[in-house]
């Protein structure tokens, strides 16, 4: 039995605005005037947790640029323009501190893996430059969340304990919940979450030591049950008491 935490990547892994600036960067040329200072002015109220109608700094983008009436097509392009440029210094992104020191922590039983909307383009070189790559065990693209994180879930269901770790509950968490992994929220909803879940704090690293307790928990449980399943069960025959010569004939 293998415990597995899955950790989505913007918001969770990934922090600050700079890939979302980018985006809304490459999306201002098809959207109307002011649109790059209504977005920034959105993104602010978004951080300090007051537009929680949005899921994050992407969902800001895109719902205002569909406001000024950009064709999904042009918006699409813009997103994946604005990818290609993830971790330069024109989408500068930072690894969420306490990343490293995190995944250092974890019991080496435990496994790792990124389950991502979000294209591969850049990831892995930013978690290469972070230190981190190697401690992943799978790294999970272009997943189609809410829906394409059940069977991701399920899979790692079956060898063990699993919690989620991502900053939408409908997108990161709520497919876990509903197959019965735990949770954690992390980001501007984390003070009011909008949904039960196992833990939640503002920061990674915040959650760090919860993270890391539900771990070994996790480790020391999967152990357990693994050892109770090798053990052979002892099967016992009731025999008469007395010898041989003394048994009734």
Do not use: C
């Not at 699409?76 to 024109?90: F, H, K």
């Not at 909307?117 to 790294?139: D, Q």
């Not at 070994?216 to 357990?224: C, G, I």
Request: glycine content about 10%; aromatic content about 4%; charged content about 20%.
């Amino acid at each position: 039995m293998t415990p597995t935490i899955l950790f989505d990547f913007d918001g969770t892994l990934a922090v600050g605005d700079g890939p979302v600036l980018a985006f809304a960067r490459q999306v201002s040329g098809h959207a109307g005037p002011g649109y790059l200072e209504r977005v920034m002015a959105t993104l602010r109220d978004h951080d300090a947790g007051t537009a929680t109608q949005f899921r994050d700094g992407y969902d800001v983008v895109g719902t205002l640029a569909r406001q000024d009436g950009v064709d999904p097509t042009d918006l699409q392009d813009a997103y994946l323009a604005s990818r290609r440029v993830l971790g330069t210094p024109e989408a500068p992104v930072d690894a969420a501190p306490g990343l490293a020191q995190l995944l250092d922590a974890l019991p080496r039983d435990v496994r790792a893996v990124l389950a991502t909307n979000a294209p591969g383009v850049g990831i892995e070189r930013l978690l290469t430059t972070w230190g981190v790559r190697e401690r992943f065990a799978a790294l999970h693209y272009d997943v189609g969340k809410p829906a394409g994180l059940a069977p991701i879930v399920e899979a790692a269901l079956a060898d063990g304990p699993v919690l989620a770790v991502g900053d939408i509950v409908e997108n990161d968490l709520a497919p876990a919940t509903a197959l019965g992994a735990a949770t954690a929220l992390v980001g501007p909803t984390a003070d009011t979450p909008p949904a039960p879940v196992t833990m939640h704090a503002r920061t990674l690293d915040a959650l760090a030591g919860d993270i890391t307790a539900w771990a070994r928990q996790a480790v020391s449980t999967a152990t357990t049950e693994a050892t109770t399943s090798a053990t052979p069960a002892i099967h016992s025959e009731s025999v008469p008491t007395g010898t041989a010569d003394s048994l009734e004939r």
